[in-house]
């Protein structure tokens, strides 16, 4: 993944977090855990670029593989639960 792929990645999440809401509150319990994976993802999208500054490929491989991982957690949400 190179910048500006984990910059759209992030603009993805911040959408998410701040726009793709329900308009009540308290969010029912699985509501809360699925928008839980988007912050994992957020962490390991940080991971990536300090790997990327760090010249780490195999941290920077490991948490690119983690972060399509939990992406793909939290949009196939509705078929695993």
């Not at 308009?23 to 809360?32: G, N």
């Not at 491989?61 to 690119?64: G, L, N, V």
């Given at each position: 993944m190179n910048k500006k792929q984990?910059?759209?990645e992030f603009?993805?999440?911040d959408y998410e977090l701040r726009f793709n809401k329900p308009?009540?509150?308290?969010?029912?319990?699985?509501?809360?855990k699925r928008r839980e994976f988007l912050l994992f993802a957020q962490v390991h999208l940080s991971n990536i670029l300090?790997?990327?500054l760090k010249k780490d490929k195999w941290d920077e491989?490991?948490?690119?593989e983690m972060y399509n991982k939990v992406i793909e957690?939290?949009?196939?949400?509705?078929a695993n639960h």
């Open positions: 984990i910059e759209q603009k993805k999440i308009d009540f509150a308290p969010y029912p319990p699985e509501l809360v300090d790997a990327k491989r490991f948490e690119t957690i939290y949009y196939n949400w509705s």
